[in-house]
């Protein structure tokens, strides 16, 4: 078995593991990165998510590296694509002049970004990146993580990687049952956090729904793919909580769970003066071509593209039949390979029997491009994953922390450990246990350094979904620049700590020491604290 060493292992190549690898890389550590499919990138690429940001994202609330990337991607098309004069010169560019955000494009994209973002320090030979492989076992002395061993993902082959210190930054927290770190999944007991949404009763298997994205443009011909085999039982499904079929244009409100109609039209001659993105003042969700649309004709030039390209990561593919974490591998699986029988079925629902604006049914014309999304079957390369297993962290942050209905105009709890700025509504979309979306209105936040900080393991940093929220207050960080700027902090940290001879829960404990590490991140970009604003 072949074995690497570096300083820093991140496992997981997400956006928290991207991020945690240029805050070491940044600050003269070497680093080993693995992921487990083809991009890194995670939810901005091979999940084919774009961008969700908070409404201020232009001015204020990333941090320096966020927006670096953010800049790269407008760039990268002022570079390479076939843009009109407007929007070439266009500071706050929108390539997808889509709804849920001003940064709307292809994944690809993102990709090619990051990929610059490393590539000095490959090249510097401070960077090995391995993919794609999946952690399996670890090597574990009392509470110090000494190796992981991961597998590839095509051919089984094994490697063992060691490093001083092991950042977790895997979709779902694979490294927590690997190294016996303490984890807690699904929905938490109201008598445990006081949180006005949860439970009763702890219910760790019941936890939020996964998507398989797919990208779809509309085009002259018929394009109707042969009928998914599950296609009959997904035309069947029709939640209690939704008020209807599953397979339509109507599905509840997230935020007054009303069931309600939306609209569908591939292509409309709009949107020159449309309202910038703003989910201030509504969620941008009712017109689904423009929802999530990652390439608009009128950017580029005439002829340039044959169609807009939209991408769909609607309510309509939720899969909230089962768990995923915490499964055998034949369940994982299995029930991924049904979330991609719904998305499929989706699609050909869309194709085949979908009312049209004219009156119509179905629309043939849609293809699927998986070329944009990297795969040969036209889906997403990677689930879309809301929710992880979460490590019992120093500090947990609850509903209460920062629920606008809570905290009113005191705003957020202000951390004294802050290590970064987040902003998103709590959105919870429907669960394996049958429940329906919690959505609930959020101050401004901070993001609290003990909530990177496993208990009881001295070496091993939490980089993505696997933080210490609960199940409510993931479904506000679990977003695009927050798993960022969690993602780098840590490997800031580790970086820290290696050169300071400290340990995480010794900076995290000593009020010196942490002042020099804000100072520390500060200097690096990191914004700690929100200006005077309220939140939606």
């Known amino acids: 078995m072949r074995e690497y060493n570096a300083d820093i292992l991140v496992v997981g190549g997400g956006l928290g593991g991207v991020a945690a690898a240029l805050g070491a890389l940044r600050n003269g550590r070497s680093v080993i990165l693995t992921e487990a499919f083809d991009w890194i990138g995670g939810q901005l690429t091979s999940q084919a998510v774009p961008p969700d940001e908070h409404s201020w994202v232009e001015?204020?609330?990333?941090?320096?590296?966020?927006?670096?990337?953010?800049?790269?991607?407008?760039?990268?098309?002022?570079?390479?694509?076939?843009?009109?004069?407007?929007?070439?010169?266009?500071?706050?560019?929108?390539?997808?002049?889509?709804?849920?955000?001003?940064?709307?494009?292809?994944?690809?994209?993102?990709?090619?970004?990051?990929?610059?973002?490393?590539?000095?320090?490959?090249?510097?030979?401070?960077?090995?990146?391995?993919?794609?492989?999946?952690?399996?076992?670890?090597?574990?002395?009392?509470?110090?993580?000494?190796?992981?061993?991961?597998?590839?993902?095509?051919?089984?082959?094994?490697i063992s990687c060691s490093a001083r210190y092991i950042i977790d930054a895997t979709e779902l927290g694979d490294l927590l049952p690997l190294t016996a770190t303490d984890y807690v999944t699904g929905f938490e007991a109201q008598s445990e956090t006081g949180e006005p949404s949860a439970p009763a009763e702890a219910q760790p298997h019941n936890q939020q729904a996964v998507s398989i994205c797919f990208a779809v443009d509309q085009v002259d011909g018929n394009h109707v793919i042969d009928k998914p085999a599950r296609y009959d039982h997904w035309r069947q499904v029709a939640p209690e909580f939704w008020g209807g079929p599953l397979l339509s244009?109507?599905?509840?409100?997230?935020?007054?769970?009303?069931?309600?109609?939306?609209?569908?039209?591939?292509?409309?001659?709009?949107?020159?003066?449309?309202?910038?993105?703003?989910?201030?003042?509504?969620?941008?969700?009712?017109?689904?071509?423009?929802?999530?649309?990652?390439?608009?004709?009128?950017?580029?030039?005439?002829?340039?593209?044959?169609?807009?390209?939209?991408?769909?990561?609607?309510?309509?593919?939720?899969?909230?039949?089962?768990?995923?974490?915490?499964?055998?591998?034949?369940?994982?699986?299995?029930?991924?390979?049904?979330?991609?029988?719904?998305?499929?079925?989706?699609?050909?629902?869309?194709?085949?029997?979908?009312?049209?604006?004219?009156?119509?049914?179905?629309?043939?014309?849609?293809?699927?491009?998986?070329?944009?999304?990297?795969?040969?079957?036209?889906?997403?390369?990677?689930?879309?994953?809301?929710?992880?297993?979460?490590?019992?962290?120093?500090?947990?942050?609850?509903?209460?922390?920062?629920?606008?209905?809570?905290?009113?105009?005191?705003?957020?709890?202000?951390?004294?450990?802050?290590?970064?700025?987040?902003?998103?509504?709590?959105?919870?979309?429907?669960?394996?246990?049958?429940?329906?979306?919690?959505?609930?209105?959020?101050?401004?936040?901070?993001?609290?350094?003990?909530?990177?900080?496993?208990?009881?393991?001295?070496?091993?940093?939490?980089?993505?979904?696997n933080i210490g929220t609960t199940h409510i207050t993931n479904g506000c960080y679990r977003l695009h620049p927050v798993e960022w700027n969690i993602g780098e902090v840590a490997g800031m940290l580790a970086a820290y700590c290696l050169d300071r001879g400290e340990t995480p829960h010794g900076v995290h404990a000593d009020e010196k020491r942490l002042a020099e590490f804000h100072t520390h991140i500060e200097r690096q970009g990191v914004e700690r604290h929100w200006p005077d604003i309220r939140g939606y």
């Open 249 to 465: 244009w109507d599905s509840p409100n997230p935020r007054t769970l009303e069931r309600s109609r939306r609209f569908f039209d591939p292509n409309p001659v709009d949107n020159a003066t449309r309202d910038v993105a703003d989910q201030r003042h509504s969620a941008g969700d009712m017109s689904l071509w423009i929802f999530r649309r990652i390439a608009a004709r009128h950017t580029f030039r005439p002829g340039a593209y044959a169609s807009d390209i939209c991408l769909v990561n609607w309510p309509m593919i939720d899969y909230f039949e089962a768990p995923i974490i915490d499964v055998t591998p034949e369940q994982y699986a299995e029930r991924l390979a049904d979330a991609a029988s719904l998305s499929y079925s989706m699609f050909y629902w869309m194709q085949t029997e979908a009312p049209r604006p004219d009156g119509g049914q179905g629309f043939p014309g849609l293809r699927l491009r998986g070329d944009i999304t990297g795969t040969e079957h036209g889906l997403a390369m990677a689930p879309y994953i809301r929710e992880s297993r979460r490590i019992r962290a120093l500090t947990t942050v609850v509903e209460q922390d920062l629920s606008l209905a809570v905290r009113g105009d005191r705003g957020a709890v202000h951390y004294p450990d802050s290590i970064g700025v987040g902003m998103y509504r709590i959105d919870l979309h429907p669960s394996t246990g049958g429940d329906s979306y919690i959505d609930v209105g959020a101050c401004p936040f901070e993001i609290p350094l003990g909530a990177l900080i496993p208990r009881h393991k001295t070496n091993l940093l939490a980089a993505s979904k």
């Open 59 to 158: 001015q204020f609330g990333i941090t320096a590296s966020y927006r670096a990337l953010r800049t790269g991607v407008r760039q990268y098309y002022r570079d390479h694509y076939p843009l009109t004069d407007a929007a070439r010169a266009d500071l706050t560019l929108n390539p997808g002049d889509g709804n849920v955000s001003r940064l709307c494009h292809e994944p690809r994209v993102s990709l090619a970004v990051m990929e610059a973002m490393l590539a000095p320090y490959a090249a510097g030979g401070k960077l090995t990146i391995l993919k794609p492989y999946e952690a399996i076992a670890a090597e574990a002395d009392g509470d110090t993580v000494r190796a992981v061993t991961l597998r590839h993902c095509n051919t089984g082959d094994l």
